[in-house]
């Protein structure tokens, strides 16, 4: 079968940088998919952008659709036929639906019944005639934020200006928003010109030289080169920001690397004032001494040749002065400022019309991290330290600093805490308090700054819940998902055994208190926790821990997060063992049998009528014995397996469900108590056996 290259391409207004990686991979899996559907066969999809466009370069795509020889099955046997023989009207319309007749039919066997069936061919059809259906694949693309523009009602990330869709040397037709397609795109919007495309393997090559690298892989490996030879020629480090570097990557078509520099004296400001001011406001990468000092330069990135760079570093060197200087003024006014001042102001800023001010946050918080102090056994000296950091922890939102650049909340805090005389452990517990501020981050180092961190994550999401804001889907306004991640990742790296639904129930005693909210206690209290399983889920899977052990663990209440990550991690390692298979069988079938208990009663020894119901017994004894001591998870799961050979003997010698309602009670109260301390550990009846 021929074979023809395909070349779709979206030529639009510049798109924000944020968007353009995720558009482009869309784009490829919708055109991949929609391939794949029709049955036409391919060779090779690439996938690529720029701010101005979003493309895809399929190779050796079949000119038509693969024939399809297939059986289509019609009505059973008896239904075909009528008593006398006949075709019935059921075989008729099916053989018609099918574009046959009845003398098509012929018949089948499945599980044990006969069914009508005929054979059907499907011509392929040209793969050029499909073609135009492209079309409804760009306009299904999705995008977090969308424009309307003219008089048009599609709504994009940005207007379409010019279209390709090339089959080999022939234009698709089709038209978008009044954009018909063509062979023709645009180089860079200062230093290329319109060009045409006339074979779709050109693409890159015929781009490249208009100024612009469509592949972002390879723009991106230029800018890393273009780095490491300024390195290298004046001594430097310039640490690389992936995500400043995917943001810049997506800012430019024809990438050019430079450096400026900037006043020594604006070094007395602290590190990560300036950092933030080249890095989230201008998109510059801060560069380093050898030894990790930081120096006055910074390194930017041009769309565009390396003409007149002078000018542009100077261009570039001018706007981050404003921006220092700036800086510099809001640094030396917020030292004008005390802390009870600060935290005066806090009463004023509403954190939520439904849940209050600023400071009766602040309130709730420093109560919870109180009662976390205690149920975590610090000392008089840490409680000290962890209630004065909750106290003082958002006294930085009012600064002035902070108001120009909120990433800087909880380092400028830790900065001035110390310049006004705080304790150097409450100043790092005022930082810590945000980690981890993502995916990334590391969680916090100290305890009191992890049980700051704890409660002020804690309030947000009860309070949230509280007043029915909860995620849903993609939408997260409050990134809650994310604060309930760092409860759980700090609760891990500390090996705290704080119970889940204990820090809730605290958390929800503060803020039902405050009247915040109209939710029952109880319906809250089931929310939070589901909530917190779903989170909990996505990190075991991210360990690689199969579904239905995490199912296993999750089955009852959450309890300790280290604990269910460890007993999680212990299956996992045993699933393929010997013997996994016929001792979580042996335990399953007690929660099994458990399950028909009306109520757990206490276990009469007396009522036993042979000797394994009392080996049973006297093996769960010594077991619930044994895990009253300080023991692994690791052990608990073996001594829960070494009840399989008195679980077994017990089974096949017993009746639990006895004639008589005594006897067959206490053997149900038996199997009761011993399936609360095998779900203790998991339900082991959610786990899937081969």
Do not use: C
Not at 191 to 211: M, R, S, T, V
Not at 351 to 372: M, S
């Amino acid at each position: 079968m021929n074979k023809k290259d395909l070349l779709l391409e979206i030529g639009l207004e510049e798109m924000p940088a944020r968007f353009v990686t995720n558009s482009m991979n869309q784009l490829s899996d919708k055109v991949k998919s929609w391939l794949l559907e029709k049955k036409i066969s391919f060779e090779e999809i690439s996938a690529f952008s720029s701010p101005r466009r979003l493309a895809v370069l399929i190779t050796g795509v079949d000119t038509a659709q693969e024939d399809i020889n297939e059986e289509a099955k019609g009505p059973a046997k008896k239904i075909a036929l009528t008593e006398d023989g006949e075709w019935s009207k059921a075989a008729v319309g099916f053989s018609r639906g099918q574009g046959a007749s009845v003398e098509d039919i012929f018949f089948k066997e499945i599980n044990g019944v006969e069914y009508a069936h005929v054979s059907k061919f499907i011509k392929g059809q040209e793969t050029a005639a499909l073609l135009p259906e492209l079309q409804q694949i760009i306009t299904s693309l999705s995008f977090p934020k969308n424009m309307r523009w003219a008089n048009q009602d599609l709504r994009f990330i940005r207007p379409i200006k010019w279209l390709i869709a090339l089959f080999g040397n022939e234009v698709i037709p089709f038209s978008i928003t009044n954009v018909h397609t063509s062979n023709l795109t645009r180089g860079h919007r200062f230093l290329g010109k319109e060009i045409e495309i006339n074979n779709p393997a050109d693409y890159e090559k015929a781009l490249l030289a208009q100024y612009v690298i469509t592949n972002p892989q390879e723009r991106k490996s230029a800018i890393l080169s273009q780095l490491e030879k300024i390195e290298e020629e004046h001594g430097w480090v310039i640490p690389v920001d992936e995500d400043l570097l995917e943001e810049v990557n997506n800012l430019v078509e024809y990438p050019t690397a430079l450096y400026g520099k900037f006043e020594e004296e604006y070094l007395e400001l602290p590190q990560e004032v300036l950092i933030t001011s080249m890095k989230e406001h201008q998109r510059y990468f801060p560069v380093k001494s050898k030894d990790g000092t930081l120096l006055p330069y910074f390194v930017t990135v041009r769309n565009g040749s390396h003409d007149h760079l002078e000018k542009v570093a100077k261009g570039n060197e001018k706007v981050l002065r404003a921006r220092l200087s700036d800086a510099a003024f809001f640094y030396r006014e917020d030292q004008k400022t005390d802390i009870a001042a600060s935290l005066e102001k806090l009463n004023n800023i509403v954190y939520h019309e439904e849940i209050g001010t600023l400071a009766e946050k602040v309130n709730r918080v420093r109560q919870l991290a109180a009662n976390l102090s205690e149920i975590l056994d610090f000392s008089d000296e840490a409680q000290a330290v962890t209630d004065r950091a909750a106290e003082i922890s958002k006294f930085d939102l009012v600064s002035h600093m902070v108001y120009e650049f909120p990433e800087l909340q909880g380092f400028m805090g830790e900065k001035y805490a110390l310049q006004k005389g705080e304790k150097k452990a409450v100043a790092r517990a005022i930082n810590e308090h945000y980690m981890p501020r993502n995916a990334e981050d590391q969680t916090p180092e100290s305890d009191a700054g992890a049980v700051l961190s704890i409660a002020e994550k804690l309030d947000t999401i009860v309070s949230s819940f509280a007043i029915g804001i909860i995620p849903s889907g993609s939408q997260d306004p409050y990134a809650l998902r994310r604060q309930a991640s760092g409860i759980i990742q700090t609760l891990l790296a500390k090996h705290w055994d704080l119970k889940i639904e204990e820090l809730i129930a605290l958390s929800l005693e503060t803020v039902l208190n405050a009247n915040i909210g109209k939710k029952s206690k109880s319906d809250l209290m089931q929310e939070l926790v589901s909530f917190f399983k779903l989170r909990i889920k996505y990190m075991l899977q991210e360990k690689a821990i199969r579904y239905d052990l995490i199912e296993a663990v999750l089955g009852n209440e959450i309890g300790s997060v280290p604990s269910l990550v460890n007993r999680a991690q212990v299956l996992e390692s045993h699933k393929d063992a010997d013997g996994f298979k016929e001792s979580i069988e042996a335990l399953s079938r007690v929660i099994n049998i458990a399950s028909k208990a009306d109520d757990k009663g206490d276990i009469d020894s007396g009522l036993f009528e042979n000797e394994n119901e009392k080996a049973l017994f006297s093996k769960y004894l010594s077991v619930t014995e044994e895990l009253k001591k300080e023991v692994s998870e690791e052990e608990v799961f073996n001594l829960l397996v070494s009840l399989k050979p008195e679980i077994d003997q017990y089974f096949e010698h017993t009746m639990v469900m006895d004639e008589n309602q005594e006897i067959r009670r206490n053997r149900l109260y038996q199997m009761a108590h011993l399936a609360d301390v095998i779900k203790k550990f998991a339900n082991m009846n959610e786990i899937i056996v081969k």
